[in-house]
Nanobody, 117 residues
């Protein structure tokens, strides 16, 4: 079982920055992959960024060049640095862990990001 806790969301003006944190209850080095997803009201949840245990990273096209995913294995924490934020980035952001044991996928509770002037 993997438990995830997100933090760092809030209200920011367009062009501003936020850093989200996701802390796991077990070593993230032993987890297959961790990622950030987001879901706006009445929208499907979508992948934002993902990093696997080897450090391979993937970003959604909409955030490339603006967002950076990183990890701190000693703290069992994955970060999402979000720069040049746009109103369309407004959503609830969820941390996701993909593990090798059932139920395989674990989600955090989500943290709200609102980009507005």
């Amino acid at each position: 079982q993997v438990q995830l806790v997100e933090s760092g969301g809030g209200l920011v003006q367009p062009g501003g920055s936020l850093r989200l944190s996701c802390t796991a209850s077990k070593s993230i080095f032993s987890v297959n992959a961790m990622g950030w997803y987001r879901q706006a009201p009445a929208k499907e949840r979508e992948l934002v960024a993902r990093i696997n245990s080897s450090g391979s990273i993937m970003y959604a096209d909409s955030v490339k060049g603006r967002f950076t995913i990183s990890r701190d294995n000693a703290k069992n924490t994955v970060y999402l640095q979000m720069n040049s934020l746009k109103p369309e980035d407004t959503a609830v952001y969820y941390c996701r862990a993909a593990d090798s044991v059932s139920p395989y996928v674990f989600w955090g509770q989500g943290t709200q990001v609102t980009v507005s002037s």
